[in-house]
């Protein structure tokens, strides 16, 4: 590959292929360098230390949770078109961007917002940890390694319940005296269904019957 035409996302995609390949135990840059055909030094004109390359892999894996969540977060929404909304974060913006400026928006009440949320983090996760799981494992290692970055992956996921939340409260459909405290305690109560530590759980052939259980009794608590 030309010097010339080398992108930081180029980077990171053989990074990530490099990680499944021999594991973040073994993987070196000077891994990466080889499978793009560059030297080790082109690779450290994007990212100064292998650290940082490591740390903006783990946010790229983490940012593509953000981007699906995003798109459910805002499917009832045009931008600016809801008061005390606040900016919009990068996860919205690509979850537009990919989606198209046109794109439907389907207003859905908070209640089924929130448990589509969350089944689609479930599902997200779950599907990292069975589809690759090779992959998975070594994420599960470098997420050890990044806390700035698994800090910032948390408050977004956060920020977009405490809208969710926020939104079924001006609705009439939930009550909370702080919504940001309230999204947390949701977030908190289903770690269960994404925290990567119960990866092993989810295969249980009962964990969906489980999941609506818990479901059902956070929105039954969040009823008027």
Do not use: N
């Not at 650290?51 to 953000?66: D, K, P």
């Not at 994420?139 to 910032?152: C, K, N, P, Q, T």
């Not at 999941?211 to 039954?220: G, I, Y």
């Amino acid at each position: 590959m030309a010097t010339e035409s080398l992108t930081a996302e180029r980077i990171l995609e053989a990074t990530e292929e490099v990680l499944r390949r021999y594991g973040p135990a073994k993987a070196t840059v000077l891994d990466v360098a080889r499978v793009l055909g560059v030297s080790h030094g082109s690779v450290y004109r994007h990212f100064r230390t292998k650290a940082a390359l490591r740390e903006a892999v783990t946010a790229r894996w983490l940012s593509r949770t953000e981007v699906a969540l995003a798109r459910i977060t805002e499917g009832a929404r045009k931008p600016g078109a809801e008061p005390g909304a606040g900016p919009r974060t990068e996860p919205e913006a690509k979850a537009e961007a990919q989606d198209g400026p046109d794109a439907e928006r389907v207003s859905e009440p908070g209640p089924e917002k929130l448990r589509d949320w969350l089944l689609t983090l479930f599902d997200t996760k779950r599907h990292k940890a069975g589809d690759d799981p090779e992959l998975f494992a070594t994420f599960s290692v470098l997420i050890d390694e990044s806390s700035g970055v698994v800090d910032a992956h948390l408050t977004e996921l956060t920020r977009q319940l405490t809208r969710i939340v926020e939104e079924g409260v001006r609705a009439g459909e939930f009550v909370a005296a702080d919504p940001a405290t309230t999204a947390g305690a949701v977030f908190a109560a289903t770690a269960r269904f994404h925290d990567p530590a119960y990866a092993p759980e989810w295969r249980k052939p009962t964990i969906d019957d489980e999941f609506s259980a818990v479901c059902d009794l956070v929105l039954r608590g969040l009823r008027p």
